[in-house]
């Protein structure tokens, strides 16, 4: 998964800006569509902060995930990436202005993490032996078997990604493809020993999010739920998919007002704030993610005007 050389990328200004974040200081990318319809992107971490489309005359739709968080975190983000690919690695690659009647604006940005070399008694490991643990370590496997954990900013193995986001006036969509870049020979050779395979384990990777009506969710609660709200966020692991309404989730967003499709992140699971005012949602892989040398992970999540 190269990144797009600069002769193939279609760079402008107007419908589409980056800026920085007045809080963190952090690069924001602002698509505007020239039809209506807005959204921002947090560049670092690729995470949609805001989406307002037209049909709702410019409402928000977003919340951030992380209410009490000093600056917004994601209304839209990314989950399982980060011990893989850290939210700093993410730059911008592309910015692509309308090109005719119903096309989008979109941004793509890209994610290069090279391979780390580590010397353990004597022997530099690199990414030969190298496991991503999923929780900001790798372990290696040294000549004598031995595993050794050791903490990292990435999984020790070369990964690329890439997220593009694409602008209409009523939907927004977002596709992902992450990808272990490292060579064969990266991914079985043995040094003095058996080694581990240079394999990034995503577990259940996907997108979560915190999404609000333009009307008030009172208005529609009866139909989103039944009864008082269950829960304020989401259940992984041994209550995979926990669900606080009946409904299939297409139809629990339908009557928010939004229409989700997603492809590659078909276990879907949401629930309803609290508060009563807002709702959450989770799209995540079906099985459990480990991405060996040359393999790829790619899907897409889109929101819309429900019909």
């Known amino acids: 998964m190269p990144k ?7 760079l402008l200004a107007g419908d589409i800006s980056v800026s920085l974040c007045p809080v963190t200081g952090s690069p924001v990318a602002s698509l505007a569509h020239p039809d209506g319809g807005s959204c921002q992107i947090a560049v670092r971490g690729a995470e949609v902060i805001s989406w307002r489309p037209a049909c709702d005359g410019g409402s928000e739709r977003l919340l951030p995930v992380e209410a009490d968080a000093p600056a917004p975190i994601g209304g839209l983000q990314p989950v ?8 700093e690695a993410w730059t911008v690659e592309a910015l692509v202005g309308r090109k005719g ?49 050791l903490p990292t900013r990435g999984s020790g193995v070369p990964m690329a990604a890439r997220a593009k986001f694409s602008l209409w006036p009523d939907r927004l969509l977002v596709e992902l493809e992450v990808a272990n870049v490292a060579d064969d020979g990266d991914g079985s050779a043995a040094r003095g020993g058996a080694m581990q395979s240079a394999i990034v384990d995503l577990g259940f990777c996907g997108f979560r999010g915190r999404f609000c009506p333009a009307v008030s969710l009172e208005e529609s609660a009866a139909a989103l ?18 669900r606080s309404a009946p409904s299939p989730p297409e139809d629990v967003f339908m009557e928010l007002g939004i229409a989700l499709e997603t492809d590659g992140f078909s276990d879907v699971s949401m629930s309803c704030d609290a508060d009563g005012r807002s709702m959450r949602i989770q799209a995540l892989v079906p099985t459990h993610v480990a991405l060996g040398p040359g393999d790829c992970l790619s899907g897409h999540i889109a929101l819309g005007r429900s019909t």
Not at 4 to 10: F, I, K, M, P, V
Not at 80 to 87: E, R
């Open 80 to 87: 399982g990436l980060s011990a893989a690919i850290p939210a």
């Open 4 to 10: 797009r050389r600069s002769e193939e990328l279609h």
């Open 101 to 149: 009647a119903g096309s989008p604006v979109a941004i793509s940005i890209f994610a290069e993490v090279p391979a780390i070399g580590v010397n353990i008694r004597g022997v530099d490991v690199s990414a030969q032996g190298m496991r991503a643990t999923g929780a900001g370590a790798i372990l290696a496997t040294v000549p004598d078997e031995t595993a050794v954990s």
């Open 225 to 242: 739920v039944s009864g008082a709200p269950t829960s304020a966020g989401f259940s992984h692991g041994t209550t995979r998919g926990l």
